[in-house]
Nanobody, 125 residues
């Protein structure tokens, strides 16, 4: 079992930045991919970013490349999502997830076994 806790969400003006954190506990030695997803009311859960165990591979949703940066510190069992140049359409609840070992599955939310409770990000115009 892995437990995930997100933090760092909040209210920010358009053009601003936030850094989200995802702290893991439990079976953290497993070489899992960690993904970030987001969901806003009335919309499907959307892939935001993913990082593999070593941190050597990262991937981003198409509309997010160049603005978001995912990183991890395995010594702290924490994955970060740096979000820059935020836009009102980035407003959503952001979730981190893990439990996927196959990098090829990184964008498929239904294949992740463990999820955090989510953190709200609101970008005002």
């Amino acid at each position: 079992q892995v437990q995930l806790v997100e933090s760092g969400g909040g209210l920010v003006q358009a053009g601003g930045s936030l850094r989200l954190s995802c702290a893991a506990s439990g079976r953290t030695s497993s070489p899992y991919v960690v993904g970030w997803f987001r969901q806003s009311p009335g919309k499907e859960r959307e892939f935001v970013a993913a990082i593999n165990w070593s941190g050597g591979s990262t991937d981003y949703g198409d509309s997010l490349k160049g603005r978001f940066i995912i990183s991890r510190d395995n010594a702290k069992n924490t994955v970060y999502l740096q979000m820059n140049s935020l836009k009102p359409e980035d407003t959503a609840v952001y979730y981190c997830a893990t439990g996927v070992a196959n990098w090829g599955w990184r964008t498929i939310s239904g294949l992740y076994d463990y999820w955090g409770q989510g953190t709200q990000v609101t970008v005002s115009s």
